[in-house]
C-alpha cells in the first residue's frame, strides 16, 4: 500500500485542495506535485480546451490545426500513448497542443481555476465492463461534479461512445440535471472541422454504432447537480467489438 504523505496537508491548502479528497491527497501526492511541476514548464494560456483519454492524440491533432488561438489540452492515462501524441504535435509545430501523462481527475482541478475550460471532450472511454471495476469509471457523478464547476458557464461538454449502455445512461443521468442542456453538437465551436478519433474511424470501418451529445455547462450551482451512482450501471456488450490495432502504442 501506498503510505501516506505526512505533508499532504500542505497541499490541502492549495487552491485545487477543496476539489480533491482526502484520502487522494494522502496517498496520491506524488502523482500531484508532477502535475504542478509539468504545469510549471507548460503554461496553458486561455481560451483552453480539454481531450480526457486523448489516445494517439488524432483527434487532438486535429483540433490543435484548426484553431491555432486556443490551448488544447490532451489528459491521457498511458504514457506510451502521449509519447505518440506529443510527437504528433511536433512533427507539425502545433504549439498550441499539449499532452499530459496523467488521471484527469487530478490534472482538471490542479491545472486549471474554476470555470475556466471552454469544452471538455471525452471520446470512447474505457467503459470497466467488470463490476468490480466500475469504479474506474471515468464518468461517474463526481467527474460531472468537477466538470460543472471548471467549465465556463456557456462552455460544452461532448461524448462519444460506442458503449451504448454507457451512453444512455449518462444522457439520463444529464437529462435530469439542472446544470447542464442539450445542444446539437454542431453548436460546439470548431466541430465543423473535427478529425475522427481512432476508436471512431474503427467503428465507422466496421459498421459499428456509436452515439454522441453534447451540453452546454449552465450558471447554477453544483448542489443542485442530481444524485445518482452512474457507476452502478450494468454495462452489456452488445455489438461491441475490439479493434486489433487499438492495443499497439504506435
Not at 467503459?127 to 464518468?139: E, T
Request: glycine fraction near 4%; include cysteine; charge should be negative.
Amino acid at each position: 500500500m501506498t503510505p501516506m504523505n505526512p505533508n499532504w496537508a500542505e497541499l490541502k491548502k492549495q487552491p485545487f485542495g477543496q476539489y480533491i479528497p482526502d484520502e487522494v491527497l494522502q496517498y496520491r501526492s506524488d502523482e500531484i506535485e508532477r502535475i504542478i511541476a509539468w504545469a510549471r514548464e507548460n503554461p496553458l494560456p486561455l481560451p483552453a480546451e480539454i481531450e480526457i483519454g486523448s489516445n494517439r492524440g488524432c483527434f487532438l491533432l486535429g483540433l490543435t490545426r484548426g484553431r491555432r488561438d486556443v490551448s488544447f489540452l490532451g489528459i491521457e492515462l498511458k504514457l506510451g500513448l502521449c509519447r505518440i501524441a506529443m510527437r504528433k504535435l511536433e512533427r507539425e509545430g502545433l504549439t498550441n497542443g499539449h499532452v499530459i501523462h496523467a488521471d484527469a481527475k487530478l490534472a482538471l482541478p490542479v491545472l486549471f481555476q474554476p470555470h475556466t475550460v471552454d469544452a471538455i471532450y471525452v471520446l470512447f472511454p474505457d467503459p470497466w465492463w467488470k463490476r468490480k471495476h466500475a469504479r474506474r469509471r471515468l464518468l461517474d457523478d463526481s467527474f460531472f461534479e468537477t466538470a460543472h464547476v471548471f467549465l465556463k458557464p456557456g462552455g460544452f461538454f461532448v461524448l462519444k461512445t460506442d458503449v451504448l449502455d454507457y451512453f444512455d445512461a449518462v444522457e439520463e443521468y444529464l437529462k435530469s440535471s439542472p446544470c447542464f442542456e442539450f445542444v446539437d453538437i454542431s453548436e460546439v465551436p470548431g466541430s465543423d472541422s473535427w478529425t475522427l478519433s481512432t476508436r471512431e474511424r474503427h467503428c465507422l470501418e466496421d459498421n459499428l454504432p456509436y452515439k454522441q451529445l453534447a451540453v452546454r455547462n449552465l450558471a447554477t450551482e453544483a448542489s443542485e447537480l442530481p444524485k445518482t451512482t452512474l457507476i452502478d450501471k450494468k454495462l452489456v456488450k452488445h455489438n461491441y467489438s475490439y479493434h486489433p490495432d487499438e492495443h499497439k502504442n504506435n
